[in-house]
């Protein structure tokens, strides 16, 4: 078994997606993208999160698709965008860019308790930290 299969094996046995959509969006992904230089277990974490919705996936399979075209090497492009992105938009969504920026560039992601978030997002970026901290296992 491969490392994309024992991904999907582990985050698909911890109950971590949603409906099939979100698993079937996170495995094209997946199928499309993991054998390009610039894949890390950092992108695969936001490729989960993007994965919960077809708005979300579309943006970055557009991103992904025009790194390929590009043979980008890194996701130091991606981080420019979401940083840029993150900027432009209301809390929650700009909490779940910053979510993705802290993923590609491994970094640690904490939401200040004094913000408001609304529950469903709340409920997006704890389920994320839980598949990143399987993603970070699978071996």
């Known amino acids: 078994m491969n490392w994309k299969e024992k991904c999907i094996g582990e985050l698909t046995k911890s109950g971590l997606f949603e409906n099939s959509g979100h698993r079937t969006r996170f495995k094209e992904l997946l199928d499309c993208f993991y054998d390009k230089p610039f894949f890390t277990k950092g992108l695969c ?30 996701t130091n492009e991606m981080l ?12 929650d969504e700009s909490l779940i860019y910053r979510l993705s920026i802290s993923y590609l560039d491994n970094s640690e992601f904490y939401v200040d308790e004094n913000i408001p978030l609304s529950p469903r997002t709340a409920y997006v970026i704890k389920r994320a930290q839980h598949a990143a901290m399987i993603i970070d296992e699978v071996h």
């Open 45 to 74: 974490k936001c490729m989960y999160l993007s994965a919960w919705d077809e708005e979300h996936f579309i943006i970055l399979l557009t991103t992904l698709t025009q790194m390929s075209l590009g043979n980008d090497e890194d």
């Open 80 to 91: 420019v965008i979401g940083d840029s992105m993150a900027d432009e938009e209301t809390t």
